[in-house]
């Protein structure tokens, strides 16, 4: 008896604003590219290996994709997990592309979201017991 799995897991941030479509009503499809970097190194004998970045194809679909849609952006730093899966197609000129793909199963947005300003001036600022008119004005 065998397992058998497919799975992948990445951390990267999003190369560009997400690619959303929607095929029915209300149901869509979002599309991202992610780079993962490797850090370079430098050899015992002083060799250089420079940083290397791959750029990842993310598929979303459902309630994820709308998830993407209202909140990932370019830039924004992503861990996700899925599968990968692999096709081919014919373009117009009657060459084979074959595309690999990452179908994302969970996500989770790594990159802190700025406050809205209301929540970050009742943080920020102390609360006045009383406002009359005989305050002085800070203007």
Same mark, same amino acid.
């Given at each position: 008896?065998?397992?058998?799995?497919?799975?992948?897991?990445?951390?990267?941030?999003? #190369? !560009?604003?997400?690619?959303?479509?929607? /095929?029915?009503?209300? *149901?869509?499809?979002? !599309?991202? @590219?992610?780079?993962?970097? &490797?850090?370079?190194?430098?050899?015992?004998? #002083?060799?250089?290996?420079?940083?290397?970045?791959?750029?990842?194809?993310?598929?979303?679909?459902?309630? =994820?994709?709308?998830?993407? &849609?209202?909140?990932?952006?370019?830039?924004?730093?992503? /861990?996700?997990?899925?599968?990968?899966?692999?096709? @081919?197609?014919?373009? *117009?000129? #009657?060459?084979?592309? /074959?595309?690999?793909?990452? *179908?994302?199963?969970? =996500?989770?947005?790594? @990159?802190? !979201?700025?406050?809205?300003?209301? &929540? &970050?001036?009742?943080?920020? !600022?102390?609360?006045?017991?009383? *406002?009359?008119?005989?305050?002085?004005?800070?203007?």
């Amino acid at each position: 008896f065998c397992h058998i799995m497919n799975k992948v897991m990445l951390i990267g941030n999003v #190369g !560009k604003e997400p690619d959303v479509r929607y /095929y029915d009503a209300d *149901q869509c499809v979002a !599309k991202v @590219t992610l780079a993962t970097t &490797e850090r370079g190194y430098v050899l015992k004998n #002083g060799t250089k290996v420079p940083d290397r970045t791959d750029w990842h194809s993310l598929v979303f679909y459902r309630q =994820l994709a709308k998830i993407v &849609e209202q909140y990932v952006h370019k830039g924004d730093k992503l /861990y996700v997990e899925g599968r990968l899966r692999y096709n @081919t197609y014919d373009d *117009q000129q #009657g060459r084979r592309h /074959y595309v690999t793909e990452i *179908q994302v199963e969970n =996500l989770e947005l790594l @990159t802190p !979201k700025p406050k809205p300003a209301a &929540e &970050e001036s009742k943080a920020t !600022k102390p609360a006045s017991p009383k *406002q009359g008119i005989d305050e002085e004005l800070p203007f």
